[in-house]
């Protein structure tokens, strides 16, 4: 391959694009890496090259000291960059530890050879925590597609049974919904959608979704459908998630919070760095958001202990009571 000169200035480019400013190469080293590529250069060429590169606009600088070489100023992602795409890549837990392995292969890819190094030394994958179902991708294409053709999806719904065996819920019945949103919410995702039975929205756990299939038949207008018809209007979706703790739904409800300081963290965390905290006394605060009056409300409330009180209103801080008590029995 020694006189294909178009080959030689793309593995060029691709040898350049592992440099930057710390870790420059000379033409003798760029030769050399030139041959893992079976490509044949000499030195002159190589140089004529980059210059080539350089009046196409990518930004293939010289050193100051000419020995050291080139390297390629305008990376397409910085070290950081990268470094957090591979950690989210790593502990997302719907994935598989294949397939996080082979993404984050392509990932490094983009990375220079330090950046490389960077995140080998520095990646943490918990192989425990990864989902086996290979499947998954395949079902979170399919719901991402009808959201986009704006179709109806069908499926049927998993619930895990003795021995954590999948059973079908509802004797294998087939559900079939208009999908409006397919949301990431901690570590897992949820298609929101519309069951053609009623007119509220459902949340189902993609993870838990078994034959799934588009069908040729457009969604319900999100208008129609009583928890989603502000969203646009007077609500974000984001902000219908964050009402919705847990991925609970319910009806949406204002309550008043009487927390400790240590908790703002973690109230502006689940609820927005927009929520107004008004401080009550030299070591707490209090906050307003919109709930949804659910199980899922009080998981995250109990998970706050004596830190967090709901104040209002009376009838929500009474169920919250009971659900407490409940909680209690299983341990007397």
């Known amino acids: 391959m020694t006189g294909n000169s178009k080959l030689k200035i793309i593995c060029i480019l691709d040898i350049m694009r592992k440099t930057d400013e710390f870790h420059p190469l000379n033409t003798t080293q760029i030769a050399k890496e030139l041959l893992s590529y079976g490509v044949k250069a000499e030195r002159k060429s190589i140089v004529r090259d980059l210059e080539c590169l350089e009046s196409a606009g990518y930004s293939i600088m010289k050193c100051e000291n000419h020995n050291q070489g080139w390297y390629m100023s305008d990376q397409e992602f910085e070290e950081y960059e990268l470094k957090m795409l591979v950690d989210a890549v790593a502990c997302a837990k719907f994935m598989t530890l294949e397939e996080s392995r082979i993404l984050i292969k392509k990932l490094k890819k983009l990375a220079t050879k330090e950046g490389e190094k960077l995140i080998d030394a520095t990646i943490i994958m918990d192989p425990a925590l990864k989902i086996v179902d290979g499947k998954f991708k395949l079902k979170y294409d399919l719901v991402m597609r009808a959201i986009t053709e704006k179709k109806q999806i069908r499926f049927q719904y998993y619930e895990l049974t003795s021995g954590n065996k999948k059973i079908y819920k509802r004797n294998g019945y087939v559900y079939q919904i208009s999908p409006y949103y397919l949301a990431l919410v901690g570590d897992e ?61 319910g009806t949406s409800t204002m309550v008043r919070l009487r927390c400790m300081n240590g908790c703002r963290h973690d109230l502006m965390v689940k609820f927005g760095k927009d929520i107004i905290m008004t401080d009550s006394g030299p070591d707490e605060f209090v906050v307003n958001v919109n709930v949804t009056n659910n199980e899922g409300f009080y998981q995250w409330l109990a998970a706050h202990g004596p830190q967090i009180v709901l104040e209002s209103p009376k009838d929500m801080r009474q169920h919250y009571i009971e659900y407490l008590k409940q909680t209690l029995e299983n341990y007397q």
Do not use: C
């Open 189 to 249: 995702y949820f298609v929101l959608g519309n069951p053609i039975t009623h007119d509220h929205v459902t949340h189902f756990r993609i993870e838990m979704m078994a034959n799934v299939e588009i069908i040729d038949r457009r969604i319900r207008p999100m208008k129609e459908i009583i928890e989603l018809k502000e969203i646009g209007v007077s609500k974000t979706i984001g902000e219908y998630i964050r009402e919705n703790v847990n991925m609970w739904t």
